[in-house]
């Protein structure tokens, strides 16, 4: 069974503020890499699927990379604003999907 | 609006009882998912499906049984096999099985023991 990994755990930021944060994973028999944000109330919303290594993925304020050779992707949210407080999930599928425990960002006013 | 219905929002069980959890999307996906969250957890693997009248065993199933007669339809039974049964439940689809394709959440159950 694969193993992700997500760090930070929990983070609090400026309103203002850029951040990132890491997603880990076995780099053997990858083949796809998810990031979702989770608010709270509400269902997760998918944010990037990746596949090859050194995708960059761009939405908004919000961009991914991705390593696969070495196991981890980033992302980074650029400019932090309060509607940026979230859990994000990452997952990663070789023949199951498997998904870290979340990175819960805050966004301090 | 398309999307997935989970129904419903809160539910809760007595001990020795059998409980079915509904999910069904109107996207046309062809593929759905079950899993589970406890706390300090990510996401587990329950049961997932590919195509209708076919369904395989996730990371986590032993306790649970599902069903998918239905293209729009995956409900999730949770036996009184099941020794642990609290926690937060999440459907999800995707329009197939293949690996770069985002999954589509629904709003979650949460099942509590009496």
Redesign the interface.
Known sequence: ?LN?EQSPQSLHVQEGDSTNFTCSFPSSNF??L?W?RWETA?????LF?M?LNGDEKKKGRISATLNTKEGYSYLYIKGSQPEDSATY?C?S?DD???????TRLHILP | DGG?TQSPKYLFRKEGQNVTLSCEQNLNHDAM?W?RQDP??????IY?SQIVNDFQK??IAEGYSVSREKKESFPLTVTSAQKNPTAFY?C?SSPTGI??????????TRLSIL
Not at chain 1, 42 to 46: C, D, L
Request: glycine share 14%; hydrophobic share 35%; proline share 4%.
């Open positions: 069974i992700v083949y796809a998810h979702y509400k269902s997760p919303e998918a699927v596949t999930l997952a599928k199951k999907i498997i998904f870290g425990k979340g | 997935i998912y899993y300090g957890q990510g996401l587990r693997l997932y996730g990371d999440l999800a690996s770069n394709q985002p999954q589509h959440f629904g709003d979650g």
